[in-house]
């Protein structure tokens, strides 16, 4: 898994993972994140894993779906749903953000 690689790379570099975050429901298309396997690295690398879930967090109450969050309970945190999507729900706006600093 390409997550692994990085994981290994920044500890070859001896920068410090604050957080590995996993995505329970994309706002683009929905995607789930492979959660357990997430959630086992996030474990070897004593890292805090989140798991962020605010459109798909109604999944686990689904008997059809809930499977799909396999993993969402290993989490140290959880983004639920959200109450104010209404205002920008039609609006597509994936991006990420991260700030890499090396260990002193």
Do not use: K
Not at 19 to 29: F, M, R, S
Not at 38 to 46: K, L
Not at 65 to 89: F, K
């Amino acid at each position: 898994m390409a997550l692994q690689r990085i994981v290994d790379d920044c500890g070859a570099r001896d920068f410090r993972i604050v957080a590995i975050v996993a995505t329970a429901g994309t706002t683009d298309c929905g995607s789930i994140d492979p959660l357990d396997e997430i959630a086992e690295i996030a474990g070897h690398a004593h890292t805090h894993f989140h798991v962020d879930a605010a459109w798909c967090a109604p999944l686990i109450f689904s008997q059809r779906y809930h499977t799909r969050l396999a993993g969402i309970d290993r989490a140290e945190s959880v983004t639920n749903m959200l109450i104010s999507n209404s205002i920008y729900r039609s609006v597509a706006a994936s991006c990420v953000c991260a700030n890499l600093t090396p260990l002193p």
